[in-house]
């Protein structure tokens, strides 16, 4: 969201009296621009809790996330969590901490970023040498996927039914939203893989994108008789 979306969603629960979960999803992988800051960065009225983990800047397994209260709900989500989980992560924590205060998660995510940013890169370049006319792929400053915009009429069911034969993955934009532009998009992942499966992922893209745009998209009726 933009900043001024921000600033609007801020003031809209101000008036309402109602609290933001806010996820911070991927923040820590911003490539280019300017960091937008989060909600709970411009909240001045305690109506933001801020939300994130340690799964995707380090791994998932890790099994960390976090919290960041109001102070007035600090008391009351505290003695929650003491009713509802009795044992937590006290050694992984422990862990954690000693590695975020050596600068270690510092240095990790400094690394990582340059090598996503690498992938990203490396992504839109293969994608103007083989997706012309097909795919158009949108520019992002941060995280970890991007969205592809099908040219010519391919649906991406299709298309990423085309691609699955070809051992690339794609997700169509369809299964999160609903409304006619969807089913022109597909999500793209890119931070998972070297530069070369990239590539090559790009140019079986490419095939599996011509082979989709020459089969009618084929509509089911899934309403009982």
Known sequence: MSLPRRLQLLE??????T?????????????????VPALQGLDRHGLVLFTGSFSKVLFPSLRLGYLVLPMDLADRVSATLSITRRHAPLMEQAVLCDFITAGHFGRHLRRMRQIYAERLNVLLHSARQNLTGLLEIS??????????????GINAESAAAAAAKRYVEVIPLSIYSHGNAA???????????????????????????????????????????
């Open 139 to 152: 520019g992002i400053e941060a995280g970890l996927q991007t969205v592809g915009w099908l040219q010519r």
């Open 183 to 225: 089913s022109t998009g597909l999500q793209l992942g890119f931070a998972a893989v070297d530069a070369k499966e990239i590539r090559r992922g790009v140019q079986d893209l490419a095939i599996a994108l011509e082979a989709a745009r020459k089969v009618p998209h084929r509509r089911f009726n899934l309403t009982s008789p």
């Open 19 to 35: 609290l933001i979960l806010e996820d911070d999803y991927d923040s820590e992988f911003r490539y280019s621009g300017r960091p």
């Open 12 to 17: 809209s629960a101000r008036k309402s009296r």
